[in-house]
């Protein structure tokens, strides 16, 4: 491979995995996500499938009466999941301002505000809840940034700074730092708000969605975006890059809410089956990412299955050490131990198994076989246990991982095979 | 003596810590010993000796030396192999190594 090539792929690959703004994002998201979790959660418990002949749900309705008890998850997913762009505009911003080493409680209350001023207000005067959440998620990032980068070079102009005389309490100062930079930029938003609701009768969220959001979205939802994300994550980590890490800040903005459409929908008794997205950041995690990035738990039991005499092969040692992270899709021992970063023996079977089941998975969810994904899980969600919720509680969901894993195992077995004799060369020689 | 280790969630580092406290113990080293995620590392810098940085984030390196080393932190990258095959005693004798350095 050419050397010059790669350095400068990985560079570029740095750059974008250490760019401020994506990261800012990035770590938006992982601070929103347990929210967002428990929010699903919820959902998924309220609408339980019957498990054989129990039925958790009727169980449920006729001890506190039909949709009584309900109403504790319906709450908790309007708090978390259905605001998901009011919260992720605040949490971006927060980690924006924090790389800037500005002010970041100042900075995140200014783009919460901003947001609300945007969002159209309802005939009764509320506010539109389809905008709080997963619709409005685009504008809220770019409100959280522009808002941000107004504030920090506000905030680093003297001029627009309130002098306090000397002896006044620190506290007291700083509270007094960000009022004028709040007042212009509030103004600003204010400004822009008015601007386009009387000369265009719209308001931002309306066009961001529909122009940007709402296309990006819809190609998003296709094999071959998937194929894309996939193979784009697998040959990051193939040069030892993490590669959920480096694209997440584009990944999750998109494939989250494709997700919560489903989520909504099958919160409103539609069937896992009927949801329209397929692609999600579920579809990924739990059918393709199982045991973590190229399906390394397949990669563990084909080396447990090729090499089970010599107990104190390479292999089988890297293969042990990695078997405790793998149950909760952690992989990093493998990768780097066995190693795959930079292998090229290992270079095929680890882009090859994911790519193949992604196109299972989305063949399998797009005829019907399996349910489509219901639920979002922490990514380190055991494999069988995962296959199972993110499909609203389906056996079909386990019956496909379980799947996915056979076919991954017998793409990795002749790639070990190849692996082993290679190192005995070597050994040999 | 203070080691902090960085990856992206602090989950695959935390692994390793475990095993590098066992060594510590072993050779009867007063080390602490943690795994943060690279957005938390900035809230956890008080005292600290040395920061190893994760291979899979090891293109983080540049902004993370610019914070760590003017506090007089040692930074480094954790060695490939001894990360993927957990080895805790030589990740440890790669902290002491860069601390002994000063």
């Known amino acids: ?429 | 003596m203070k080691i902090i280790l960085v990856c992206s969630a602090g989950m695959s580092t935390s692994m390793l810590v475990d095993k590098m406290k066992k060594a510590s113990e072993k050779k009867v080293i007063d080390a602490e010993i943690n795994a943060v995620a690279e957005s938390e590392l900035q809230n956890h810098l008080d005292d600290v000796d040395v920061v190893l940085i994760g291979p899979q984030v090891r293109y983080l390196e540049k902004g993370i030396r610019e914070k760590v080393e003017p506090l007089g932190i040692k930074c480094d990258i954790i060695d490939q192999l001894a990360y993927g095959m957990m080895k805790g005693d030589q990740v440890l004798d790669q902290a002491i190594k860069l601390a002994k350095y000063k």
């Open chain 1, 1 to 429: 491979m050419n050397n010059k090539l790669m350095q400068k792929f990985i560079e570029f690959a740095g750059k974008i995995g250490s760019q401020r703004h994506l990261v800012a994002i990035r770590d938006g998201f992982v601070a929103i996500m347990p929210l967002v979790i428990i929010g699903s959660l919820a959902i998924l418990i309220n609408n339980f499938p019957p498990f054989g002949k129990f039925n958790f749900v009727e169980w449920m309705s006729a001890i506190f009466g039909d949709g009584n008890w309900q109403q504790v998850g319906g709450s908790i997913w309007n708090g978390t999941f259905a605001v998901l762009g009011l919260l992720a505009s605040f949490t971006i911003s927060y980690n924006l301002a924090k790389s800037y080493n500005v002010d970041r409680l100042a900075a995140s209350l200014i783009s919460s505000a901003s947001y609300i001023m945007l969002v159209p207000v309802t005939d009764d005067f509320g506010l539109n809840m389809n905008w709080l959440g997963t619709q409005g998620l685009f504008v809220g990032i770019i409100i959280a940034l522009l808002t941000t980068e107004l504030f920090r070079v506000f905030v680093n102009t003297p001029k627009l700074i309130i002098k306090m005389p000397e002896g006044v309490p620190s506290g007291v100062t700083k509270s007094f730092r960000a009022l004028i930079p709040t007042m212009i930029i509030l103004i600003i938003v204010g400004l822009f708000q008015a601007s386009l609701a009387v000369l265009a009768d719209t308001s931002i969220f309306e066009v961001i969605f529909t122009a940007i959001q709402k296309p990006i979205q819809g190609l998003s939802n296709s094999l071959p975006a998937a194929l894309v994300v996939a193979l784009l994550n697998h040959i990051l980590w193939f040069f030892g890059l993490h590669g959920t890490n480096i694209i997440g800040s584009i990944i999750e903005p998109i494939y989250i809410p494709l997700v919560e459409e489903n989520l909504s929908l099958f919160q409103s008794g539609i069937s896992a089956y009927d949801v329209p997205n397929i692609v999600t950041k579920p579809f990924l995690d739990s059918f393709v990412f199982m045991g973590g990035s190229g399906t390394t738990i397949a990669l563990l039991i084909a080396i447990f299955i090729v090499i089970r005499k010599q107990k104190n092969h390479p292999y089988r040692e890297v293969a042990k050490v990695s078997t405790p992270g793998s149950l909760f899709n952690i992989n990093e021992p493998v990768i780097f131990g066995l190693p795959i970063v930079l292998n090229p023996i290992m270079l095929i079977p680890f882009v090859l198994v994911p790519v193949t089941l992604t196109i299972i998975t989305y063949v399998a969810l797009y005829i019907g076989l399996v349910p489509r994904t219901v639920a979002l899980l922490p990514w380190t969600t055991p494999p069988i246990l995962s296959g199972y919720l993110v499909t609203g509680g389906s056996w079909r969901g386990i019956a496909l991982q379980l799947f996915n894993l056979a076919v991954a195992i017998v793409i990795y077995i002749p790639f070990v095979l190849a692996g082993v004799k290679a190192s005995k060369q070597r050994m040999e020689e």
